[in-house]
């Protein structure tokens, strides 16, 4: 044999080879032409692709590939093809035969002279689904974390309203002289903030003690109940600081709500009006229901100090935000009920204007 037709020879048979690892790859590989169509497709690439010939030879690669990942991947091609670079793992997403959404990590390498580009690929799908559900369980563990904070910041800052009920109460016993008559009085004013604190805490280790603390249980409450729950809990409070408050619930009088947001709610509304009272005013609060536009609200309203609602805008909902000289404002309490009403799905529009009290409109879900 003479050196060319071993030349030749040697030639048939690493065209063979190569073919045959072409054909006998578990790699995805794909010959395609810079016009935008595949050339040549491997076994295993077709295998996964799951079209017959005549389509995944008779359509543009475009219209195999995820919409929302077809602008970056139209961007990379003509990349590749005009600067003539080798593309290493581009991530991008297919649609196959079946209608299954696959995630394919490329390595390309273009070949000018022959208007080609040739490609290597590696299904990633399972990969993406661990990283898809790891972001997920990041995501969930996030939110419960940011609920769990809210929870502690709702307890704490709710227990702080029966507990100075309480200390109120002791304050006048200790600085009175009064007859059995005036004691047994106090005392049953003792037993009912107790009774309410009580509640209160169990209200909140049942919630800490939920398995899945983003689930929020929704029921029907009966507003005229969590009124006089929260009055109850506050009664010193209310008694001592001569403030008045009134109910109009002749619109409806119950609401599928969370019953330990929307006593929260309650409390926080009655405490910051009686906490922000005029200087020499008693403190006057309504809470009524109305239907606007087919949604229930709930409004409270006070002759309190208000607020520059120009200077102060959206901050008033903000966590730790205070806007009156009040020592004990601790920035919490409307931003609690903000987060009570919105986590619902709810709104809150306030009205208000320095020295003219304040309105707030909670429109529920």
């Known amino acids: 044999m003479d050196c060319q037709s071993k030349n030749e020879h040697a030639y ?10 072409f054909e006998l790859s ?19 690439l077709k295998k996964v692709l799951g079209y017959p010939d005549e389509i995944l030879y008779g359509r543009p690669i475009n219209s195999f590939i995820h919409k929302e990942d077809l602008e970056a991947t139209v961007e990379t091609r003509n990349y590749i093809i005009s600067d003539g670079i080798p593309l290493l793992n581009f991530e991008n997403r297919y649609i196959t035969h079946s209608g299954d959404i696959i995630w394919l990590s490329w390595t390309s390498v273009p070949a000018k002279e022959e208007g080609l580009i040739y490609a290597v690929a590696k299904n990633i799908t399972h990969k993406k689904k661990l990283e898809a559900d790891r972001n997920a369980l990041i995501t969930k563990l996030t939110q419960s974390n940011e609920k769990l904070k809210e929870l502690t910041f ?27 008559v005036e004691i047994l009085e106090f005392i049953q004013l003792m037993k009912h903030s107790t009774e309410g604190l009580k509640h209160t805490l169990d209200t909140y280790v049942d919630n800490l003690s939920e398995k899945d603390v983003l689930t929020v249980l929704v029921e029907q409450i009966d507003l005229q109940e969590v009124l006089g729950k929260v009055k109850n809990s506050i009664k010193s409070l209310i008694e001592t600081s001569n403030t008045r408050i009134m109910a109009d619930f002749s619109v409806f009088d119950q609401v599928k709500f969370n ?4 006593e929260s709610i309650f409390l926080n509304m009655f405490t910051n009006s009686i906490k922000y009272a005029k200087p020499g005013s008693n403190a006057i609060i309504s809470v009524s229901t109305r239907i606007n536009q087919g949604s229930p609200q709930l409004i409270f309203e006070d002759n309190g100090m208000g607020f520059d609602m120009k200077r102060i805008g959206d901050k008033v909902f903000g966590f730790r ?44 879900k």
């Open 12 to 21: 048939e048979l690493t065209s063979f080879k190569m073919e045959l690892f």
């Open 26 to 44: 578990l790699d995805l590989f794909s010959v395609a032409g810079f016009d935008g169509y595949f050339k040549r497709v491997n076994p295993a």
């Open 154 to 180: 709702t307890t704490s800052h709710d227990l702080r309203s029966p507990v100075n009920n309480l200390l109120s109460i002791f304050s006048i016993l200790e600085e009175s002289t009064m007859d059995p």
């Open 259 to 262: 019953r330990s947001y929307l």
């Open 321 to 364: 935000e205070t806007f009156h000289n009040n020592a004990d404002s601790k920035g919490i309490g409307l931003y609690l009920v903000h987060n009570h009403v919105t986590s619902l799905g709810g709104k809150i529009d306030i009205e208000s204007e320095p020295n003219k009290g304040t309105k707030f409109t909670i429109t529920l």
